[in-house]
């Protein structure tokens, strides 16, 4: 409603209107103050009014569009970082163009830079290897260990993750078989997609990388008991310089941050079963 409106302002002869626009319509109507005394709701005031009309809308979506346009803008101009950026800004998770990945030790990216950039796309990538569906396979979870831990601390490693993996009501719980197998006619998810990493720490030997991410967890079938979800956690790495490659000497986990969810339907267990199959994972790199 309008200042207008709401005031009477308008032909003092017409009698105040009890409606309002709203009462029983659900709509509203937006009037400006008339210099000529007309009372805004003639027949002959309405050409005008929806010419008015559209040259404000006209003018609006104007608006937005360079709004738009601004916002985008320099997207190829310069690609350092802006100075005086504040510590724990995006910078540190920008893409810089420098390859940090030079092989792979089985499925796992290796090699990677002795710097920064190369700790924070080891950590991440070592976030999904040590989250995926092959540390339920024993043949598996042993490659990835060694491909992932420093030497000095794998063989320990391996022991607890065994003891974990392994335990039968554990994975009774999540509705594999005591070998990792999901029942026939279902598929077993679990996957990890890091959002970003932050180096907490940097040495010329030693580094911390936290990596922020969603992980999605449960068994994709008519019928399952634990349907597949998303959760958020942040994982803070402990990484050592290793025989030319970082390598985690140890990590912490905890919750979030966690963003609120939006009002998406779920996906059925077939949909959600087949996506996991035809979308293959990432390897995160800068």
């Known amino acids: 409603m309008s200042f207008g409106d709401e005031h009477g302002y308008g032909d003092p002869a017409r009698p105040a209107r009890t409606d309002d626009g709203f009462g029983g319509t659900g709509q509203t109507r937006t009037r400006l103050p008339d210099a000529r ?18 040259i404000m809308v006209v003018g609006v979506v104007v608006l937005l569009l360079a709004a738009i346009a601004f916002a985008n803008r320099g997207g190829g101009e ?16 920008a893409a810089s163009g420098v390859k940090p990945v030079t092989g792979k030790n089985g499925t796992i990216p290796a090699g990677f830079a002795r710097d920064e950039q190369g700790a924070a796309s080891a950590a991440a990538n070592y976030a999904v290897a040590l989250g995926s569906d092959g540390m339920y396979y024993k043949v598996q979870r042993d490659a990835i260990v060694d491909a992932v831990y420093a030497p000095a601390v794998a063989t320990a490693r391996r022991g607890d993750l065994d ?4 335990n039968a009501d554990f994975l009774t719980s999540i509705g594999l078989s005591a070998d990792g197998r999901p029942p026939a006619g279902m598929t077993f998810i679990s996957r990890t997609n890091p959002v970003g990493s932050k180096v907490e720490k940097f040495g010329a030997d030693s580094a911390t990388v936290s990596v922020w991410y969603s992980a999605l967890f449960g068994m994709a079938g008519e019928g399952s008991t634990n349907p597949v979800s998303e959760s958020w956690f942040t994982n803070t790495f402990e990484l050592t310089w290793v025989d030319g490659d970082w390598k985690v000497s140890d990590f912490t986990q905890k919750d979030g941050p ?6 998406q339907a779920a996906s059925s267990a077939q949909e959600m079963a087949d996506a996991v199959q035809q979308f293959g994972g990432f390897t995160y790199a800068r």
């Open 78 to 93: 310069d690609p350092t970082p802006r100075a005086g950026a504040p510590d724990g800004a995006s910078n540190p998770t």
């Open 37 to 54: 005394g007309g009372d805004g709701y003639g027949g002959g005031r309405r050409p005008a009014r929806g010419s008015r009309s559209l």
């Open 163 to 166: 003891k974990v993996y392994s």
């Open 258 to 263: 966690v963003p609120v969810g939006r009002d």
